[in-house]
């Protein structure tokens, strides 16, 4: 089964992560099979927090891939940031 999930990046105490459609039983940070976007916690300043390939994400989800939870609440933000822009 195909899951869009948070793939960790970053330096120590500094979290970076990538949002992927990956294979569920791949590992959290191993192979995945296309990245659609990024989520920055710790991003200051003028540095954007989160980016996502909204078309590619609907097409992913619509041939059956199931979010994470926390993907889900990051997506639910960025579309409610996005609408009122």
Do not use: C
Not at 19 to 29: E, F, K, M, Q
Request: hydrophobic residues 35%.
């Amino acid at each position: 089964m195909v899951t869009i999930r948070l793939s960790r990046g970053g330096a120590k105490k500094q979290p970076f992560y990538h949002i992927v459609a990956t294979d569920s039983r791949s590992r959290r940070d191993g192979r995945y099979i296309e990245r659609l976007g990024y989520y920055n916690p710790v991003a200051r300043g003028d540095a954007t927090e989160t980016v996502v390939d909204l078309e590619r994400l609907a097409y992913w989800t619509g041939v059956g891939a199931q979010m994470s939870d926390r993907v889900k609440n990051i997506i639910k933000s960025y579309r409610k940031e996005h609408a009122a822009a």
